[in-house]
């Protein structure tokens, strides 16, 4: 069964350092891949996805990821962290439920504090 | 601006009571999902309708309804059979133009049943 995991239940990084989210997912085929961010009390905001092609993908706000077949990864980046950067991050995994319908399985998500 | 709404933001219901959430999008997706989030748990799928008048059971169906009368509406039904029916819940759609992978969510209204 697909699944996918985020080892990190909550990070705290300083206010402009680096930042590696941890995403590793279990799916039998080559699998399209989901980045998403929420605000306290907000619903989900797609960062970036990876369908196929070049495995290293840019999204929105200065994030990047890279698909990693071989350690099925795809770990989220960030040179530089803002304070705004602080939210929950979920990654997903795009599977085939119940026919050809795409749904996507979520992690548990990663919160994100940031230290001034 | 297009976009996915969901009311209210903040519903409070007795125990025993039936509950109907919102969910309206103009997006013209043709997919509609109903996703449950209860802190560290991530998402869990609810129910999800491909076209109007059709829906599918997800991973957490047992005390919940939904219809998909419309394209643009997809209400969820949480009954009086849902056992822990207090959680966050989130209402997303996707187009069939990208195979239905990516989608789109709305705010989400937060159900509290004392």
């Known amino acids: 069964a697909q699944s996918v995991t985020q080892p990190d239940i909550h990070i705290t990084v300083s206010e402009g350092a680096s930042l590696e989210l941890r995403c590793n997912y279990s799916?039998?085929?080559?699998?399209?891949l989901f980045w998403y961010v929420q605000s306290p009390g907000q619903g989900l905001q797609l960062l970036l996805k990876y369908f196929s092609g070049d495995t290293l993908v840019q999204g929105i706000k200065g994030f990047e990821a890279e698909f990693k077949r071989s350690q099925s990864s795809f770990n989220l980046r960030k040179p530089s962290v803002h304070w705004s950067d602080a939210a929950e991050y979920f990654c997903?995994?795009?599977?085939?439920?119940?026919?050809?319908?795409?749904?996507?399985?979520f992690g548990k998500g990663t919160k994100l504090s940031v230290k001034p | 601006d297009g976009g996915i709404t969901q009311s209210p933001k903040y519903l409070f219901r007795k125990e025993g009571q039936n509950v109907t959430l919102s969910c309206e999008q103009n997006l013209n997706h043709d997919a509609m999902y109903w996703y449950r989030q209860d802190p560290g748990q991530g998402l869990r799928l609810i129910y999800y309708s491909q076209i109007v008048n059709d829906f599918q059971k997800g991973d957490i169906a047992e005390g919940y309804s939904v219809s998909r009368e419309k394209k643009e509406s997809f209400p969820l039904t949480v009954t009086s059979a849902q056992k822990n029916p207090t959680a966050f819940y989130l209402c997303a759609s996707s187009s069939s133009g990208t195979g239905g992978w990516e989608q789109y969510f709305g705010p989400g209204t937060r159900l509290t049943v004392t």
């Open positions: 997903a995994v795009g599977a085939r439920y119940g026919g050809s319908q795409g749904n996507l399985i």
């Open positions: 799916y039998g085929a080559t699998p399209y």
